[in-house]
């Protein structure tokens, strides 16, 4: 297949990356450019790419060999682990020059003479130094027309691509968002860690409160605490709404207390008060680790009925390992606790028999003050996933599930300093 020496570069974004050999070693996830402040050709310094345990490293455009519709693949197998970081000088074009508001100067577009028109893509070049520059300039009107026609500038033409134009704020968010589609909310949020703070608050704000709560879920506390107290007040409490509430109570639980309660108290009470509930417990105990809503059944409750609430796609697969049987209410905290159900049990049994058939009673429970070291006993010694959590007079307060238990017995960084990758790439330098 003939390679390239001339693209565009959101469409290298997501592209699989190839070793010498033709292994396979991450994708292209943005394109790293050089734009000076005073007015010269930006040049391509090379690509960020993630590899598959979802660190992103650089690689210097020096180091691709060839660019095809469908890959980019590698010379050398000698490029850096180490974690991208961005460097003055250095600008990512998905991350901070798409949707740049510029002007165009050019005498074949009249048309666009004094109007701001956004960036929508980049022309890259091979030049015969081996050096890769931008030429090229697509652009579109900044309105929101359902047929905005495309432009595609000489990179000279363009005013407005410099270090302080991608400053300014009020930038769009619309090419990165359409990049986020299709990734999972850990990807999504590994991404947005990377972004310059600017353009972090930008997507953060562009964000739908159901997504945004998604992917604050997977960040480091320090960065929750960072991102949601650039809101205001009252998203930050509708995005509250929408996260668990054992993660909206773990976020609460390191603000200081009037800022907690600035926010709960803007919180419908349907959802505040389970959180304010897991914050009368210790973080570090079951009370605090659990999620206040497990699957919750009546006696009455057939096995079809139990296997149509654990399909719920937003129970994880560990909150659906086990159902609990109650007396009702249902609603945490219940009423009597009866036992619980394995959803192999529910598979093996037919559609109509009751769940208090089949009730496991014989399962140990938690109570809301053991230990960490104690549930993590708990499941290893009754090879479990989620455990029930009880309180003295046998009411169902919550379940912890095996991921609360990692989240706390892995260092406090862990999301954000993932160990050197395992790869048939050796160490090097960039």
Not at 139 to 159: A, D, F, G, I, P
Not at 330 to 336: C, K, L, Q, V
Not at 384 to 389: E, F, I, N
């Amino acid at each position: 297949m003939a390679t390239v020496n001339r693209v565009y570069a959101a469409r290298l974004a997501g592209l699989v990356v190839l070793g010498p050999d033709g292994e396979s070693v991450g994708r292209v996830r943005d394109v790293v450019i050089s734009i000076s402040i005073v007015r010269q050709q930006p040049r391509v310094l090379g690509l960020v790419v993630e590899l598959l345990t979802r660190r992103r490293i650089f690689v210097p455009i020096l180091r691709v060999t060839s660019i095809e519709p469908h890959s980019v693949t590698l010379t050398t197998g000698n490029v850096s682990l180490r974690r991208f970081a961005q460097r003055p000088g250095e600008v990512l074009v998905l991350g901070q020059v798409l949707d740049t508001r510029v002007r165009v100067n050019d005498p074949e577009l009249p048309q666009l003479a004094g109007l701001d028109v956004v960036v929508v893509d980049l022309g890259i070049e091979q030049v015969r130094s081996r050096d890769w520059v931008v030429t090229r300039v697509a652009v579109r009107s900044h309105r929101r027309l359902r047929r905005t026609t495309v432009h595609v500038v000489e990179w000279q033409n363009v005013q407005g691509l410099t270090p302080s134009g991608l400053a300014m704020p009020g930038q769009g968010v619309a090419q990165l968002l359409h990049q986020f589609e299709d990734q999972r909310p850990i990807e999504v949020a590994d991404a947005i860690r990377e972004l310059p703070p600017k353009r972090r608050i930008e997507v953060i704000n562009a964000l739908d409160d159901e997504r945004l709560a998604d992917i604050l879920q997977e960040l480091p506390p320090d960065e929750q605490t960072e991102l949601v107290l650039t809101l205001e007040t009252e998203r930050a409490a509708d995005v509250l709404e929408a996260m668990d509430p054992d993660d909206a109570a773990d976020l609460l639980g390191v603000l200081n207390p009037n800022q907690a309660e600035s926010l709960l108290s803007r919180m419908d009470p349907e959802d505040s008060d389970p959180v304010r509930r897991l914050l009368q417990h210790s973080p570090d105990t079951a009370g605090g680790l659990m999620t206040s809503e497990p699957v919750v059944l009546a006696p009455g409750t057939t096995v079809a009925e139990a296997l149509a609430r654990v399909r719920d796609p937003d129970l994880t697969p560990a909150g659906s390992s086990l159902v609990f049987v109650v007396r009702p209410p249902t609603s945490t905290p219940t009423g009597r606790y009866l036992g619980c159900v394995h959803l192999q049990r529910l598979l093996r049994e037919p559609p109509a028999a009751l769940v208090s058939g089949i009730v496991d009673t014989d399962l140990p429970t938690l109570a809301p003050d053991s230990s960490l070291a104690a549930v993590t006993r708990y499941f290893a010694a009754y090879n479990l996933v989620c455990g029930p959590v009880v309180d003295e007079e046998n009411h169902l307060l919550g379940a912890v599930t095996v991921d609360d238990v990692l989240d706390h017995l892995l260092p406090h960084d862990w999301r954000s300093s993932a160990e050197e990758p395992e790869l048939p790439i050796p160490e090097g330098t960039s």
